[in-house]
């Protein structure tokens, strides 16, 4: 039996969320767990419809890139999974879609501005949006490339990847993490509303103003941190 | 067996509703319903999944704010639940969700005007929108403040709850109201549905007029007060 | 055995059809289907969710709005149905629904331009939206005035419920006819289409031009008249 | 048996995706599948509801415009689908629906820019828009002269149909092809997603880029050409 039983249990489950949460079309998504134990993470596997795939599909990767199990060509944008969990410390999970806001907001290369305690609940700045990426890393590994204008986006503005766990890529779409697979999607799902409730909001008033800092303050620390209130202990 | 049963029971169904009639995801909402002869009120336990929700595991809390009965922390939201139940005399259930349309008009902070009759069905005034709170009651008991800023917004404009059971707050999202738990939920979906109409109205035509005066009238009386005579007198 | 059974039948099938094709929430919408020969028309009871209808429950009224069969109070919209079924020769079925882009058109107080074959398969002419109802009018039978509005406003514009069988009520919402109860709830939902896709279309482009006279003619004619060559001769 | 079994059948399971990946409403799409060494095309009959298709209700067509088996009449469009297959060697399938969003591009008569990386995925340049057909043409076959305007749409252009398998027909909606009727079919999808985002693109940001050159030419190449690495080698 396979030593990465669990950890592609967890991929499986979390990638099937994709479509139970409405955030891709046919195969535009994928999500992988991250074991640092072990030094691997667990993703989907390239082109397989969410309807065919199964707990032994999922592929396992080592942080070199290498595949250490599994038959299938892992997601194309494996490259950028493994870039995230060598510079972001202590994830265990990531997921990148195609959802259609996320994507929308993308396309307009503009950061996602804190209208609301939606977005405050899960974040305590806008969500950044990369700049486009230059031709000569274009020529590099892709997707490799694309890990690092993430990182580097959140190195350049000072960000915290543990206070803002989501990204949107400049033309292209979200980026999502957290600490399991499961999070990561959560976290896909609420990127996704939160980008239709801020283009609503501009569309009903184009001068809306931000939500003020005391009211974001109280909003994350009412789920995060020591002091948080929100939910059961027990859970 | 509890002799909360009932009120539990029926603030259980009323939680449910709100992923029937998509008002929010994962846990985004919660409902509650009043005993005003027992002086209490049962809620939602605190980031449950709906779909793990069980009569047994809603919470009963008095109007001191004190848990009667149940063993999980009720919603975070519950002292905004107990605040309306003091203020507005004669309400017996109150919902809360971040259903999409509805939380966009308050991040854009503007009142719903009544654009038709979908809404004049409902209320025959404009769906007030508060101010954001103060950084010093934020300080305080945050939920509690809520609750006050929806009732003091409700006094300083003269508004009637019986008349007008929805409510935004600024920055926030939707607080509805009714006869009943059932109701209150039932008021939750109007208001995310007349949100919608009012944005694609001004989205259609940004001069849109508001609904004549004696038409508005009309929609009203026709389903509430001593001449109504829409639905079955039976029912 | 009643002698409407067929005709309570044809009008339960087209109500249930509401909700397959999304056209209402909980019970904002109604159909009913006509009798000539009888001279009666079968309409839904007012308030009652349609997951709780059946065809036993449809009540029967004839063309001076005296009820023949049932133990419900008809819709409230009864009176609207009879001053169709009444001015409008030919008909043979009603809708009426608050279904949403349909409702944002009629709110905007715009017709909906001919912008493409999707429109024009169904009408010759941009789907007319009344004026608000005056003051006076609401003060008599409302009901009855609301189906004088859209009569009259058919006679003023001279056009040709036969060949446009929709129209948006001003700061209310659409009522469509056709050959059969079946035939007016279809006319519903493609309504409800043509009026996103006219709204798309603006938000797109503002400039829009409508459908050149020529293409239009031709769609209409594909369908309808001597000679449609669209479906099966057969069914 | 029928020598077509295997076309008409490829035939009746893309049309059956229409419904399942939500480009039409009752009958406003068709979808057949071309056998060049027979020289015929299976293409769905006209007006019959997608929940009543069978396999054996799908229609053979050859390219003279001749049905050689069926008793139905073919889609009203069989014409458009004829020049397609005349005109663009090496398709195999060819898919027309009424999708909003595409409707919603098509009758604002704009092309769909290139806004990001889901776009270039599936092709290397803006989606185009043909003019309205003329008076002339339209007096003619009007069907036959529809499958022209997208021919000459192409070739005025200098645009290439095995990289752009998608058109938007002025005031009408889409026409896409593909390599299989089931790919046609995917490429109606794709187009619906990406006019969506498009215009939910432009509504965020008027002054959207498009995306780079160099970002566009790595998409496409990453799932088409020699070194394609997407999906699996063995599917």
Not at 164 to 169: A, C, F, H, P, S
Not at 174 to 183: E, I, K, R
């Amino acid at each position: 039996m396979s030593k990465y039983k669990t950890l592609k249990e967890e991929a499986f489950e979390a990638n099937m969320e994709i479509k139970k949460q409405n955030l891709a079309i046919y195969t535009w998504g994928n999500v992988s767990a991250f074991d640092p134990a072990k030094g691997v993470f667990a993703i989907k596997p390239s082109g397989v419809l969410y309807e065919k795939l199964k707990p032994q599909s999922i592929v396992v990767v080592d942080l070199d890139g290498k595949i250490v199990e599994g038959n299938l060509n892992p997601s194309s944008d494996t490259e950028t999974h493994r870039v995230l969990y060598l510079e972001f410390q202590g994830i265990r999970g990531v997921t990148h879609t195609h959802s259609t806001y996320a994507v929308a907001w993308a396309q307009a290369g503009k950061p996602v501005p804190v209208f609301g305690t939606t977005h405050a609940d899960h974040g305590t700045e806008p969500i950044p949006c990369t700049e486009f990426m230059s031709p000569e890393a274009v020529k590099n590994n892709y997707e490799f490339e694309t890990g690092k204008l993430i990182t580097e986006t959140f190195k350049k503005a000072g960000l915290n990847p543990a206070h803002i766990n989501m990204v949107l890529v400049s033309g292209h779409g979200p980026f999502t993490w957290g600490d399991s697979a499961a999070q990561s999607i959560y976290h896909g799902a609420v990127l996704e509303e939160i980008c239709k409730m801020a283009w609503l909001t501009l569309s009903i008033n184009p001068l809306a103003n931000p939500l003020p800092e005391h009211i974001m303050e109280k909003h994350w620390k009412r789920k995060h941190g020591s002091s948080a209130y929100y939910g059961q202990k027990t859970q």
